[in-house]
């Protein structure tokens, strides 16, 4: 089979590409960095870094090349001619690639009309409505029932942490990657086309419905979990998530907060708490790898997005509140996260801003939708004691007062 990964960043070359190439499958990187597409034509793959215990193991990711992605002939003739293709490429850019993607399509029905699954992996929520939105203008009215029929737009979870690789790797191989352990990616089964055929028989894809239980679960449990980290690590001066993980007042408030939201998922989705709380003890390793050499900065910047309305800390903040709990805990990262004025992101400097200069109601109504007086009292009671350096110890102490 031939694959096609649309985006040859970490995440792509790291875990999609990576898994099309265990499959057995032929792998073309489409990308406009010329420099890794070179490379990939020439060395015909790369090596990943795979953290395990206090150890880097090498794996060797063969059956690939490079494609130019400027060159829009060519990549119509891929898409037309692929058994399945993946984008990991930024959810700002997928409007640019939709009129690529659409040609390619409109090629593979002159071509013999053959079915075609792309899957999203961008840990977008309505992924499949947006990139499909995307790319429907740039099909013509005679291709919409196939279109619609045969081409399906796969929602993906990615929950493997993928941090920026350590120079002593790069130095070696310019495409090398590293990467946590985490192996599985959940896919939508509903979104896959024709209706009813079977689904690839990939490495490590997980199809399953309902599948918005599994993007919650990624998002308010392994990235909100990360951006507590990230925003409360930043008040106490660390650098790296990994320094974070060995901070046992975070780690507390980090694990409780945690089990808030599993709790919440477990009564909206009708989930197992015990499932949750397994994949919580399986997380928090993860999160504290040490091996991973992750920045807060790339972990916690853009709060603007992440303290949206249906983001990893509100959503998660909100799915309590509608379980009928407290959600304290999650309180105090929001808090922390209306803090976060980190040197080289200046997205954030916008909501920290707000939050100093109009008050944390006004920031909190702006940028996550939070009005209830209740919930904004609850908020700035925390933001007001990290605001004025107070020890993680009284905020502890005041954070034991909600306890159920």
Not at 15 to 26: H, P, T, V
Not at 129 to 158: A, H, N
Request: proline residues 5%; negative net charge.
């Amino acid at each position: 089979m031939n694959a096609i990964m649309y985006g040859a960043g970490n995440i792509g070359r790291g875990f999609i590409g990576k898994r099309f190439s265990l499959s057995g499958w032929n792998v073309t990187f489409v990308d406009i960095n010329e420099a890794v597409v070179n490379q990939l034509q020439k060395d015909g793959g790369y090596p990943v870094y795979v953290t395990r215990g206090n150890e880097y193991v090498k794996e060797w990711v063969g059956n690939c090349t490079g494609f130019n992605g400027r060159d829009v002939d060519g990549v119509v003739k891929l898409i037309s001619e692929c058994d399945i293709l993946a984008t990991s490429l930024g959810v700002n850019v997928l409007p640019f690639v939709a009129e690529n993607l659409a040609k390619g399509i409109a090629a593979r029905y002159a071509a013999g009309a053959k079915p075609l699954n792309i899957l999203i992996c961008e840990n977008l929520i309505g992924s499949e409505k947006i990139l499909r939105g995307y790319v429907r203008p740039y099909i013509p009215e005679e291709l919409v029932s196939y279109f619609e029929e045969q081409i399906g737009f796969v929602s993906c979870c990615v929950g493997i942490t993928v941090p920026p690789t350590p120079k002593k790797f790069t130095d070696e191989n310019p495409l090398a990657v590293c990467t946590d352990y985490y192996n599985e990616l959940p896919a939508d089964l509903t979104a896959f086309r024709p209706v009813g055929a079977p689904t690839p028989d990939m490495n490590g894809l997980v199809p399953f419905t309902p599948f918005d239980f599994y993007i919650e679960r990624k998002l308010m449990l392994h990235n909100m979990g990360h951006a507590t980290m990230a925003y409360l690590g930043y008040q106490k001066g660390y650098n790296y998530i990994y320094e974070v993980g060995r901070d046992a007042e975070i780690k507390y408030i980090l694990i409780r907060a945690l089990d808030e939201s599993a709790r919440g998922l477990a009564k909206r989705h009708g989930a197992s708490l015990d499932g949750l709380m397994s994949f919580i003890d399986n997380l928090i390793p993860r999160l504290d790898n040490p091996l991973l050499e992750d920045t807060l900065l790339r972990v916690g910047k853009d709060t603007k997005r992440k303290l949206s309305p249906s983001d990893r800390l509100v959503g998660a903040f909100n799915c309590v509140k509608e379980s009928g709990r407290t959600p304290a805990y999650l309180a105090v990262g929001i808090a922390a996260g209306l803090l976060w004025d980190c040197e080289g992101d200046d997205a954030a400097a916008e909501v920290s801003a707000c939050a100093k200069t109009e008050g944390v109601a006004a920031a909190l109504a702006k940028y996550s939708g939070i009005t209830d007086d209740s919930d904004v009292a609850l908020i700035k009671r925390f933001y007001d004691l990290l605001a004025a350096k107070a020890s993680f110890a009284d905020i502890i102490a005041a954070l034991n007062e909600y306890a159920e």
